[in-house]
């Protein structure tokens, strides 16, 4: 509750005790008033029965008002403070029921005390048929939502799947008459206890590592074991899906176009699966697009697209030379050698946030960005620090690359970015035909070396380029 909402009741109480205290006073004070004023309006004893009839009334609210002060001390300071949570709202009810009907009993038997109370409801049979009918789907819901806070088989936060109808959503509330559920379209749905109970109930709790399933094909001449390990390595890098168990991939069918795949993964926030379950299918693309992986989608026009692949392909190779000419240590390459280093250049796409390099990982390869913007990232405890931001044109990896050290840093596409790899044998062909190249890259790595020392809060690095120079001729054996 609200600090203003709790303020605004606690006047509504405060006036409500007040008036009720007045009405009863004022009754007491001019009780013989009050009796003639009735007598010239009533006969008989029927203006006693109404004075104890608004006396009954007027002590029945403050018994109303006690049990509400009584379960607000109660619930909402005693046990929150104990127990650091709030009360179930059922177990808090059941508390103000009891509690008003004793105080109502004892009242009741004070103003009338011929009158037996027990004797009055039992023995009118007529009443209890009524009474029985009236409530008979309140009570079913009543007991049910006793049997629900006894079994305790959800909570609230915890999602769950109700019934054939599979009413799916988190769990908002537990009341005495029904289960309030926020589904993914963001609807309300009040399913009540005595159906529930009668419900098969899929319950996903909010402390548990639940875990979804996405499938996935592709075609017969892919490999699987490249297919599971790529698919895997993606999927355990997507944001909520959980790093304490790592994704199960498995072939579930040799189905009639293709190898049929499901992979298995644990999310840490299960009520956010369905953003996590499309961005597993997007990073699923991703990967197979860098891994030349194709789904099994049936291809009717074959020759047509043959023909078009082929077109596609040699604009592709026109790009691919435009861009590395354009990159600055490139610009001293021959046509014949940019366009050969075009061919042996790999292209591969990166989703937004993922990783391109790994620092600590060993690599043989550096990278030029084609289309996009990665970052370079230090990590320090845990937390990650920008060092410098490549876009279009630049290249990165060839610390790794040239000098056969572990990876310096973590680089990270910040958008969608494609990026053309060089491997060991293409920097090795250029270098033997391009000696000023090596020394181009010896100064670029020195300063990255700075950048990266700066970054790290280290003590100065002094210009290495010569170490380096050397380093990266003994490592290519030039
Ligand atoms: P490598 O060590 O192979 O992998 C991480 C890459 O990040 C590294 O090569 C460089 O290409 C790049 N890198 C490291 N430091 C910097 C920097 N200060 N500025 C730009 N790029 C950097």
Redesign the pocket.
């Known amino acids: 509750m609200s600090r203003s909402t709790f303020k605004s009741r606690f006047v509504l109480f405060a006036f409500a005790t007040v008036t009720v205290f007045l009405a009863l006073y004022g009754l007491h004070t001019f009780k013989e008033t009050v009796r003639s004023l009735l007598a010239g309006r009533m006969a008989g004893n029927t203006q006693d029965n109404t004075f104890l009839l608004i006396q009954l009334i007027l002590w029945a609210v403050v018994a109303y008002l006690a049990v509400r002060a009584v379960r607000v001390l109660l619930f909402e300071l005693v046990f929150r403070l104990r127990r650091g949570y709030e009360a179930p709202t059922l177990v808090k009810n059941i508390f103000s029921i009891v509690a008003f009907t004793i105080l109502f009993v004892v009242i009741f038997n004070r103003l009338y005390p011929g009158v037996n109370l027990g004797a009055l409801f039992t023995t009118s049979a007529i009443f209890g048929v009524i009474l029985g009918l009236a409530l008979q789907d309140t009570l079913g819901n009543f007991f049910a939502g006793i049997s629900l806070h006894a079994d305790r088989p959800f909570q609230v936060g915890d999602v769950i799947a109700v019934g054939a109808q599979k009413h799916t959503g988190v769990v908002e509330s537990i009341s005495w008459r029904a289960i309030k559920i926020r589904t993914f379209q963001n609807h309300i749905v009040l399913i009540s206890n005595s159906s529930a109970a009668k419900e098969a109930i899929e319950v996903c709790p909010r402390n548990n590592l639940n875990a979804r399933l996405v499938y996935f094909n592709t075609l017969y001449s892919d490999s699987p074991a490249k297919a599971i390990h790529i698919v895997r390595e993606s999927v355990r890098e997507a944001e909520n899906v959980s790093d304490k168990i790592t994704p199960i991939v498995r072939i579930r069918n040799l189905g009639e176009s293709g190898i049929e795949y499901e992979v298995k993964y644990w999310l840490d926030d299960y009520a956010r699966y369905n953003d996590t379950d499309a961005l597993v299918r997007q990073r699923i693309w991703y990967a197979f697009r860098r891994a030349r992986l194709t789904f099994n989608f049936p291809t009717r026009t074959v020759e047509l697209e043959r023909k078009s692949r082929h077109s596609v392909m040699e604009s592709d190779q026109g790009a691919l030379i435009e861009r590395l000419s354009a990159v600055d240590i490139f610009a001293p390459l021959s046509g014949e050698e940019t366009a050969t280093l075009a061919q042996a250049s790999v292209r591969h796409v990166f989703a937004p946030s993922e990783t391109v390099?790994r620092?600590g990982d060993a690599?043989s390869s550096?990278?030029v960005v084609h289309h996009g913007r990665v970052q370079?990232q230090?990590t320090e405890n845990g937390q990650s620090r920008a060092?410098?931001v490549?876009n279009d044109g630049?290249?990165?990896?060839?610390?790794?690359?040239?000098t056969g050290?572990?990876?310096?840093?973590?680089?990270v596409a910040v958008e969608e970015t494609e990026v053309l790899e060089i491997g060991h044998e293409a920097m090795k062909k250029l270098f033997d035909t391009n000696p000023d190249l090596v020394e181009s890259l010896s100064h670029i790595?020195s300063?990255?070396?700075?950048?990266?020392a700066?970054?790290a809060e280290g003590p100065d690095v002094a210009d290495e380029s010569d170490g380096i120079l050397a380093s990266i001729k003994r490592f290519f054996r030039l």
């Open positions: 390099i620092a690599g550096m990278f370079v230090l060092v410098a490549l630049d290249f990165f990896g060839e610390m790794a690359l040239l050290e572990p990876r310096t840093a973590n680089v790595i300063e990255r070396r700075k950048g990266l700066d970054h």
